[in-house]
């Protein structure tokens, strides 16, 4: 079982390009989340879903977009990277809000 | 915003020395998680603490939960070079969302 997967694992990008950042998991997890880690600043929840069909604006959602079409995978979008999204992404899901939180390799983004 | 502080954000220590690393707020939390990181990879679960005053301990590693629920510390006795990681509290509080902390990066050297 490969548990929370993230692809791709590095990208730079340059201002105003978009992409998207995909996580995929084989828990049958019903919560997914997606975070950002920034030196000093510990994880910072950027969307989450509940469930397949489902997201929700986490603690810095601005700039990003999510979606949940399946289950096993969550979506997230940058429409017009900017420097500021420079950052590693991970990716992570649980069985539930109060359970533990199981976390994918993340996504180291570079933003020129 | 709930915010959760470490300190320290760095320590550098021998092989066989101890240390405590400490997650503070002015909130209370339902509950406290402490997760290690690895570099490349993502944070993993150690432990979860859910009651006030509450210790566990796992191996060499010793975590407790404040009185008053708004703190935590985690204690490593004889540190070894496998402990190296960044060292994350999370705290779970409105809406059962986690918070974590700012993070303390450790390296345990030979």
């Known amino acids: 079982n490969a548990g929370v997967t993230q692809t791709p694992k590095f990208r730079v990008l340059k201002t105003g390009q978009s992409m998207t950042l995909l996580c995929a998991q084989d828990?049958?997890?019903?919560?997914m989340y997606w975070y950002r880690q920034d030196p000093g600043m510990g994880l910072r929840l950027i969307h989450y879903s509940v469930g397949e069909g489902t997201t929700a604006k986490g603690e810095v959602p601005d700039g990003y977009n999510v979606s949940r079409l399946k289950k096993q995978n969550f979506l997230l979008g940058l429409e017009s990277a900017a420097p500021s999204q420079t950052s590693v992404y991970f990716c992570?899901?649980?069985?539930?809000?109060?359970?533990?939180?199981?976390f994918g390799p993340g996504t180291r983004l570079t933003v020129t | 915003t709930q915010l959760l502080e470490q300190s320290p954000q760095f320590l550098s220590i021998q092989e066989g020395e101890n240390l405590t690393v400490y997650c503070n707020s002015s909130?209370?939390?339902?509950?406290l998680q402490w997760y290690r990181q690895e570099p490349g990879e993502g944070p993993v679960l150690l432990v979860t603490v859910v009651t006030g005053g509450e210790v566990k301990k796992l191996k060499r590693l010793t975590f407790q939960f404040g009185d008053a629920r708004k703190d935590s510390s985690l204690h490593i006795t004889a540190a070894q070079p496998g402990d190296t990681g960044l060292y994350l509290c999370a705290g779970r509080g409105t809406a059962s969302k986690l918070t974590f902390g700012t993070g303390t990066r450790l390296q345990v050297t030979l």
């Open positions: 828990m049958n997890h019903e919560y």
């Open positions: 909130s209370v939390f339902s509950s």
């Open positions: 992570a899901n649980s069985a539930g809000p109060s359970y533990e939180q199981y």
